[in-house]
C-alpha cells in the first residue's frame, strides 16, 4: 500500500511488519528504560541497518568541516567506487530527534544513493541537543552544505547540482536547510528528499491552516515512536518556543521557489499528518512535489531491511533523485 495515494487507514498493520511488532516494541521497552547518557551512547554505536542487497561497492572516508563559529565537525562521505567527475552532492542529514544517532542512521539510503546515482554523499555529524539546542543542528548542516560548495573540487562535485535530505528529524533539517539556502541565496540546491519528516512542535501545529492533524492522537500509543516521545525530542531540541519559526519550517510565510521535493511518509506513525500538511503547503505554493504513503508501518520502518516495503522506500529514494538528475542538463 505504498503509493502516491495518501488516504490514512490508522487501523491497518502491514502483515510482515505485525510479525514482528512484538519483538519491536519489547526492544523500544528496553530503550525507554535508559539513561539519558545510556540512551545516546546506545545510539551511537548501533550498528546500520541494511537489507541483504545494499550496495558493497562504496568506499567511506571522513573529513572535518569548519562551520561559522570556528568549530569543526565531522562528516562522512560516500562514494561509489566508479563516480564520475563533476558528481551531483547529496546532503544527508541524519535523523535521531535532533539528539541521537550518527550518519549510519541512513546508511541504507548513504550507500543506495551513492551506489545508484552516482552521487557523492556527505553527512555531517552536526552537534546535537540538549547540550546544543536549536539552531545548533540547522547551522551546522547548512554551514557544511556551504562547506561543500567550497570545496567542491577536493569532493569531486558540482557544486550547483545538489540534493539534500533526511528522515524524520533530519527532514526537518532538510526542509529547513532548503528554506535557509532560499531565503539567503545559497545555489545549487535541485530537490529535497523528506522521509517521514518532523515539521512542528505539536504546541505550534498551525491547525487554522486546515491541515489535518489527527496522528498524534491517533498514535498516543504505537510501535517506534509515539506521540509523548516525539514531544519529548522537541523539548529537548526547541527548549524555548518563541524561536519557533525557523525550527519549524511549516510555519513559514511561503514556500514559494523551494526546490522539487520526495515526502515518503508512514501510516502508523504521530507525524503521518505532518508529512501530509508540509507536501501540501509545498503544492500549495507551486512546488512539485512527489508523495508515498506506507500504509500500516510506523515511524522509522526502514530500520527492519527485511520488510518488503524496505526496500520499495529505499528504491523511491533512488528514483526520485535519478528524475532530478534527469531533469537537470
Not at 47 to 68: F, K, Y
Amino acid at each position: 500500500m505504498s503509493s502516491s495515494s495518501v488516504e490514512p487507514a490508522p487501523n491497518y498493520i502491514d502483515p510482515e511488519f505485525a510479525a514482528i511488532k512484538d519483538e519491536c516494541d519489547a526492544q523500544n521497552v528496553k530503550l525507554a528504560a535508559l539513561s539519558f547518557e545510556d540512551f545516546v551512547a546506545t545510539w551511537r554505536v548501533m550498528p546500520p541497518a541494511l537489507p541483504g542487497e545494499c550496495p558493497t561497492d562504496i568506499e567511506i572516508t571522513d573529513r572535518t568541516a569548519t562551520v561559522s563559529d570556528g568549530s569543526g565537525i565531522e562528516i562522512r562521505i560516500y562514494k561509489s567506487k566508479d563516480v564520475k567527475p563533476d558528481a551531483w552532492l547529496f546532503l544527508t542529514c541524519h535523523g535521531g530527534g535532533w539528539t541521537v544517532g550518527s550518519h549510519e542512521v541512513e546508511g541504507g539510503n548513504n550507500r543506495y544513493v551513492a551506489s545508484k546515482t552516482g552521487c557523492v554523499v556527505v553527512s555531517p555529524d552536526y552537534r546535537m541537543a540538549p547540550e546544543y539546542p536549536f539552531p545548533y543542528p540547522i547551522n551546522d548542516c547548512f554551514d557544511t552544505l556551504k562547506w561543500c560548495k567550497a570545496n567542491a573540487a577536493s569532493l569531486g562535485i558540482n557544486p550547483e547540482k545538489i540534493i539534500i535530505g533526511g528522515s524524520s528529524a533530519g527532514g526537518n533539517l532538510t526542509a529547513s536547510v532548503a528554506m535557509r539556502a532560499r531565503d539567503e541565496g545559497v545555489s545549487g540546491i535541485r530537490g529535497q528528499v523528506l522521509n517521514i519528516p518532523n515539521i512542528c512542535h505539536p504546541k505550534l501545529f498551525p491547525k487554522d491552516k486546515g491541515y489535518k492533524y489527527e496522528s498524534t492522537k491517533e498514535f498516543e500509543v504505537c510501535s517506534m515512536l509515539n506521540t509523548k516521545e516525539m514531544t519529548w525530542y522537541w523539548d529537548k531540541y526547541l527548549p524555548n518556543l518563541d524561536n519557533s519559526v525557523r525550527a519549524c519550517p511549516i510555519l513559514a510565510e511561503s514556500f514559494k521557489d523551494l526546490p522539487p521535493a520526495l515526502v515518503q511518509v508512514a501510516g502508523m506513525d504521530p507525524l503521518r499528518d505532518e508529512g501530509f500538511a508540509y507536501a501540501k503547503a509545498l503544492k500549495d505554493d507551486g512546488v512539485p512535489v512527489t508523495e508515498y504513503f506506507f500504509a500500516g508501518l510506523p515511524h522509522c520502518f526502514y530500520f527492519f531491511p527485511n520488510l518488503t516495503k524496505t526496500a520499495e522506500y529505499y528504491a523511491n529514494i533512488v528514483s526520485w533523485v535519478k528524475e532530478v538528475q534527469n531533469s537537470i542538463a
